[in-house]
T-cell receptor
């Protein structure tokens, strides 16, 4: 089964609203965790990452904290903009060097002006 | 810096025909990947290559083949296309795989009729 579970979308917010997109992962050690963003018509690009417990990744006003006690890596932003409209993917490091990064199913975010 | 390029941008293909999707990276990354992205299913890994000369099967390899003759190129071939292969295809690369950031191409939208 999928070892990265994220909030189902779509999520629609007004500009300047507070954003949270939930993400949880299955706990096998302490994998690196990522958030990728896909803007309309483009490929995915890394938004932020955290490599160990209690680390906080941040970029473009977005933040996510690696919480080992809740196996979570929720994405937050204090004040969203229309330009943040995109699909957001949570991901975790693979279980072994022979396997690959594991993506969540994605959450579509739409911001109303 | 170009990063990763994919060609074509989009294609309409008759069922039963063959096609090769091209992917080239100029970052000298060791690992490369092919994903397909379908509505409601997120990203699914088709094939990957950890280094030039080696390839491996991902989550959904059937009906697709890849080769990695050199570091830069990682073409994906559909030998006999079927309508269920209608999707958006993304190529990606990373320096070492595992916890390394993946860099994605802009995607190829393929429609099989």
């Amino acid at each position: 089964g999928n070892s990265v579970t994220q909030m189902e979308g779509p999520v629609t917010l007004s500009e300047e609203a507070f954003l949270t997109i939930n993400c949880t992962y299955t706990a096998t050690g302490y994998p690196s965790l990522f958030w990728y963003v896909q803007y309309p018509g483009e490929g995915l690009q890394l938004l932020l990452k955290a490599t160990k417990a209690d680390d906080k990744g941040s970029n473009k006003g977005f933040e996510a904290t690696y919480r080992k006690e809740t196996t979570s890596f929720h994405l937050e932003k204090g004040s969203v903009q229309v330009s943040d409209s995109a699909v957001y993917f949570c991901a975790r490091e693979p279980y072994s060097s022979a396997s690959k990064i594991i993506f969540g199913s994605g959450t579509r975010l739409s911001i109303r002006p | 810096t170009a990063g990763i390029t994919q060609a074509p941008t989009s294609q309409i293909l008759a069922a039963g025909r063959s096609m090769t999707l091209r992917c080239t990276q100029d970052m000298r990354h060791n690992a490369m990947y092919w994903y397909r992205q379908d509505l409601g299913l997120g990203l699914r890994l088709i094939h990957y290559s950890n280094t030039a000369g080696t390839t491996g099967k991902g989550e959904v390899p059937d009906g697709y083949s890849v080769s990695r003759a050199n570091t830069d190129d990682f073409p994906l071939t559909l030998a006999s296309a079927v309508p269920s292969q209608t999707s958006v295809y993304f190529c990606a690369s990373s320096d070492k795989g595992g916890q390394d950031t993946q860099y994605f191409g802009p995607g190829t939208r393929l429609t099989v009729l």
